[in-house]
């Protein structure tokens, strides 16, 4: 309860420093949820329509990379923008911008992975009747995507979700810095190794309220019909 | 006009469908019977485009429609499930009325039932102009009333058109009285082929006699 209190308290006192690390959160999520989606959500429409050579390779490299440990995909965008790295003087590490780059290798990979099946099990139908119908390749992506809507949402906010949630990557490249590079999900780890436990809850309280409301918003803007 | 030469469609050592030679005239209404598994369907997707040959050839007119016998119902009402072919709403409204869904416009199409469902998914192709039409058993979930709007929706749309029919069939109904000549395909093969009165009347072979025999009962 204590950490409810918490948590309501420092909402309505619209703590600077909390308010800048939610603002920084929801940036890094947005950002690296839309580069995925922008990546994955046509790689996954191409996997899930398409049959080539090579395919169930590819099905099993991204279902592992879909586990990928987020301390391995930090430590493997840090190796790339340490200043000795080869990407090092773009001076990126310890910036937003890295985390997004970090998360996005998260990311992707389940997108892809989630929107390829998703149109492999479902937009068949919807694929032959609109091939039947001798309708454009626009059109038929088109209706599969207006038919898919509530599965792609899904998709989207999978990787809204492990964005906002993810801790190990971000707090290799970001550093957790205050000010700058501090999320929720690092700033509880550091409250938790303060041995602020209830400061911590009340943040985690706060990240899943975030989430709710993100949730919330997009099911409100891709409303289905009730009788669907 | 279309021509096959030497039509196969194999999965792995299985031949579904073997037509060493077919023909069929512009404007011709053509169905298609057999049991389970004789190359109705995999017929009808192969000229539709959504199937890849084993081999051969087939010539046949650019402009071609296919309705699946799975009909799919797009989210929405019956008028928005017809106009994603692009077509007006009045023509929609048209065709409804032609099957005798118009009560219905309004409602989602995810709620029709079986037969329903497949009268609108016969509306919306209709609604586009073709050359040949494909229709994989257009009738199956329809009652005597359904079948019977059916098979007059599509001699009017021929009649309008011009176009080729090609539709497979369970129905000795539909054979007899939309098309003006049958085949009775058997493991991928034609057993019988002629005018449907005649073949049902008269089959060709022993196979053909026990498969319309069964149609019978």
């Keep these: 309860m204590e950490s409810f209190q918490q948590a309501f308290d420092l909402l309505i006192s619209l703590d600077k420093e909390l308010l800048q690390i939610i603002g920084v959160t929801l940036r890094m999520s947005f950002f690296s949820t839309t580069i995925s989606c922008l990546l994955g959500l046509p790689l996954g429409a191409l996997i899930g329509t398409r049959s080539f050579r090579g395919k169930s390779f590819l099905k099993k490299l991204i279902h592992t990379l879909m586990g990928l440990p987020p301390v391995v995909a930090g430590l493997f965008v840090y190796v790339l923008f340490t200043h000795y790295g080869p990407f090092g003087s773009l001076n990126l590490l310890f910036t937003v911008k890295v985390m997004v780059i970090a998360q996005v290798i998260l990311i992707t990979p389940i997108v892809i992975g989630l929107s390829s099946s998703f149109i492999e099990g479902t937009s068949k139908p919807v694929i032959d009747t609109a091939r039947g119908l001798g309708l454009s390749k626009a059109k038929t992506v088109g209706l599969c995507l207006s038919e898919g809507r509530s599965s792609l949402l899904s998709v989207v906010l999978s990787a809204f979700g492990r964005s906002i949630a993810e801790v190990g990557a971000v707090s290799i490249v970001g550093g957790n810095i205050q000010w700058k590079t501090r999320v929720m999900t690092t700033a509880i780890m550091l409250e938790t190794n303060k041995g602020k436990f209830s400061f911590a809850l009340a943040l985690g309280i706060i990240l899943l309220l975030i989430g709710f409301a993100v949730n919330a918003l997009a099911s409100f803007i891709v409303k289905e019909p009730a009788d669907d | ?217």
């Excluded at chain 2, 023909?23 to 109705?40: C, H, I, M, Q, R």
């Excluded at chain 2, 016998?69 to 692009?86: C, E, H, M, P, W």
């Excluded at chain 2, 929706?153 to 129905?171: D, F, N, P, R, W």
């Excluded at chain 2, 082929?193 to 069964?214: S, Y």
């Design chain 2, 1 to 217: 006009m279309i021509e096959i030469r030497d039509l196969k469609k194999c999965y792995g050592e299985r031949t579904v469908l073997d037509l060493p030679e077919l023909t069929v005239g512009d404007g011709e209404a053509l169905a298609f019977a057999g049991p389970n598994g004789s190359g109705k369907t995999t017929l009808l997707r192969l000229l539709a485009e959504l199937l890849k040959s084993s081999g051969g050839t087939v010539k046949k007119p650019d402009k071609a429609l296919y309705m699946p016998q799975q009909s799919y119902a797009f989210k929405g009402d019956l008028v928005r499930n017809i106009t994603v072919t692009g077509c007006e709403k009045s023509e929609a409204k048209r065709l409804l009325e032609k099957l005798e869904l118009s009560h219905l416009a309004e409602k989602k199409a995810a709620s029709l039932s079986g037969g329903e469902l497949q009268r609108l998914s016969l509306c919306r192709v209709l609604s586009v102009p073709c050359e040949l039409l494909l229709l994989d058993e257009p009738t199956s979930a329809c009652d005597a009333k359904g079948a019977a709007l059916v098979i007059e929706a599509i001699k009017a749309y021929q009649k309008e058109t011009g176009c080729t029919v090609l539709m497979s069939t369970h129905s000795p109904v539909l054979a007899a009285k939309a098309a003006d000549r049958l085949i009775i395909l058997n493991g991928g093969r034609i057993e019988a082929d002629g005018e449907p009165k005649r073949i049902l009347m008269n089959p060709e072979n022993e196979w053909a006699e026990h498969f319309i025999a069964g149609w019978k009962i």
